[in-house]
């Protein structure tokens, strides 16, 4: 199914995914287990993409695969068609977990990564004034984190992310630990940013609701091994704002996408190998 | 007004539970040592009541020896802990980060971790003498134990979370080294350095105890030679209140360190 959806010649993808299947021994047994299996993607340039799946199908796995932190056993990650090898630093990756160094203000979290690749000062300045006040945080650029909500602090690590001028972001069920309401305001900031930078983003989640909310493709994930499912194409319209929440088309779209996962849920687990 | 509400502050402080009941408990240790002392026979010379050691005390502060001698000590554990911490500090978090650096000093640090550093004193004797150079090097090597061992510890215990972020940002492996690494291993420098002043203590006054012109404990082993036990102890309490003296420097200058830090703090 995903091979059918995929552009057969074309200018390549933003990021691709070709072949890619992995296995870890887990203790001492001596069979490995298959986290993903022949896993092939392709991600569009502007596209936000993302993947769903139940827990434990390796939607981290593989997205931890593209941005290079973790070497798949077989297979490889396209960026522009060129394959990748160790950690891709074209690409911007948000952490599920609090990954906002402690140690430094809000405003040298943000100029790290162009910190990292010797921009000049004034330019830095610069770059920390701008995703500072695009995230909202603008009066807190001399705050520590643990000055900070969680809200807050996952607004300086998208703000790190985009200061660092990436061309693809990755991001891991980066709003899981929030409440409610604050996942909400977060998901609009994410849309927000998006928006205005036409950056690509993958973005993985276990949360309806959310896929449907930002996504204009979402990739459904089988597990056991992981694998493709399907590839649903999101018809909700854009811009779109918290109302939109609401509306019968989000109900549809969201039905639609809870019985591609219930299909993918049914799918038998494979054996291992 | 303002210093009658400073005062009203300061007597809340003073009657603060923990100050309160911690003063009570160090009297309560002083009245029983001074019934000791009035004990019927007992000999004043070797047991001497809280006055005598305060009338020592001034003794020895007007003849300027207890200054010559905690200044004397002071210089000597100030030196031998400077150069003992910081090359602990950077071997230790060399051999905590950098696989082969480790390989090469793990073994090492191993293999001196069961050894107290007094029982290096007849070796550094023998082979360097009893002047000022092994005494500092016996306070050096009893600072670069609970540092080295804490400095690497420290960066064994590093986030890989952050550890990743850095990477996915385009820090160098140097980089990731000094900007992660490090500050979030200072925690774990500080409290080796907290040690470090604790052991170094014991080892300068071991060190002076054995051959030594000046120092708080030649001091203290001079005056048991002549009897002198209030001098004794007098050379006793100063080094105590030296040792807190520093553990506090080093516990302060740790604190601002590790301001950023939402670890619950030691009261």
Redesign the interface.
């Known amino acids: 199914m995903s091979a059918a959806l995929r552009p057969v010649s074309a200018p390549p993808a933003k990021l691709g995914v070709r072949g890619l299947t992995h296995r870890f021994a887990i203790g001492d047994s001596s069979t490995p287990l298959t986290v993903l299996r022949d896993v092939d993607l392709d991600i569009a340039r502007g596209q936000f993409v993302c993947i769903i799946g139940e827990s434990g199908c390796g939607k981290s796995t593989l997205l931890r695969m593209m ?1 290079g ?1 973790l070497t798949p056993t077989q297979g490889h990650v396209l960026h522009d068609g060129v394959p990748v090898r160790g ?1 891709n ?1 074209a ?3 948000v ?1 599920q ?3 906002v ?4 203000t809000v405003a040298r979290n943000v100029e ?2 162009p910190k ?2 010797g921009v000049p000062k004034a330019e830095r300045e610069r770059l920390v004034a701008h995703w500072c006040a695009s995230v909202g945080l603008s009066d807190f650029r001399n705050a ?3 000055q900070l909500s969680g809200g807050m602090r996952k607004r300086v690590d998208l703000a ?2 985009y200061a ?1 001028s990436p061309d693809v972001l990755l991001m891991d069920e980066p709003f899981a630990a929030l409440d409610v309401q604050t996942k909400g305001i977060m998901q609009e900031a994410v849309l927000a940013l998006w928006e205005s930078t036409q950056k690509t983003v993958v973005f993985v989640s276990h949360d309806l609701d959310e896929a449907v909310f930002l996504s204009d493709v979402v990739v459904v994930l089988a597990s056991r091994p992981g694998r493709v499912h399907s590839i649903v194409q999101n018809p909700l319209a854009r811009p779109r704002n918290e109302a939109i929440r609401v509306s019968d088309a989000f109900a549809a779209a969201k039905r639609e996408l809870w019985s591609a996962l219930q299909a993918a849920r049914q799918l038998p687990a494979e054996n291992s190998g | 007004m303002e210093s009658f509400a400073r005062s009203g502050t300061l007597l809340r402080r003073v009657l603060r539970p923990s100050v309160l009941v911690g003063t009570l408990s160090l009297l309560g240790v002083v009245g029983l040592y001074w019934l000791m002392a009035l004990r019927p026979g007992t000999n004043p010379a070797l047991v001497p009541a809280p006055p005598q050691i305060v009338a020592a005390f001034i003794e020895e502060l007007r003849s300027g020896d207890l200054l010559v001698n905690a200044s004397a000590s002071l210089q000597r554990v100030v030196i031998g802990y400077v150069i003992g911490a910081s090359l602990a500090l950077i071997l230790g978090a060399m051999a905590g980060w950098f696989k082969y650096w480790g390989y090469v000093l793990n073994p090492i640090i191993d293999a001196i971790r069961p050894i107290p550093a007094l029982a290096y004193i007849p070796l550094v004797i023998v082979w360097i003498g009893i002047g000022e150079p092994s005494r500092i090097i016996i306070i050096v090597l009893a600072v670069f134990k609970p540092c080295v061992v804490n400095a690497r510890a420290g960066m064994n215990e590093v986030a890989q ?2 550890v ?9 492996k140097w ?1 990731v080294f000094a ?2 690494a490090i ?2 291993a ?1 925690p774990y420098f500080i409290a080796g350095m907290r040690t470090g002043v604790s052991t170094g203590f014991l080892a300068l006054v071991a060190a002076e105890l054995i051959a030594a012109p000046s120092g708080l404990g030649f001091m203290i082993q001079n005056a048991g030679q002549y009897f002198r036990t209030d001098v004794t102890i007098v050379g006793i309490i100063v080094i105590g209140l030296l040792g807190a003296l520093l553990d506090q420097v080093a516990s302060r200058s740790g604190r601002a360190l ?5 670890v619950r703090r030691e009261p």
Do not use: C, E, M
């Open positions: 941005a932190l950690i630093h690409l911007g990756f952490f977990q609090d990954a160094f402690p140690w430094l790290y990564g990292s690749r520590y984190p643990k790190r992310a660092n | 979370i952050y990743d972020a850095a990477r996915t940002l385009g820090a160098s980089r900007t992660v500050p979030s200072i590790t301001a950023w830090s939402d």
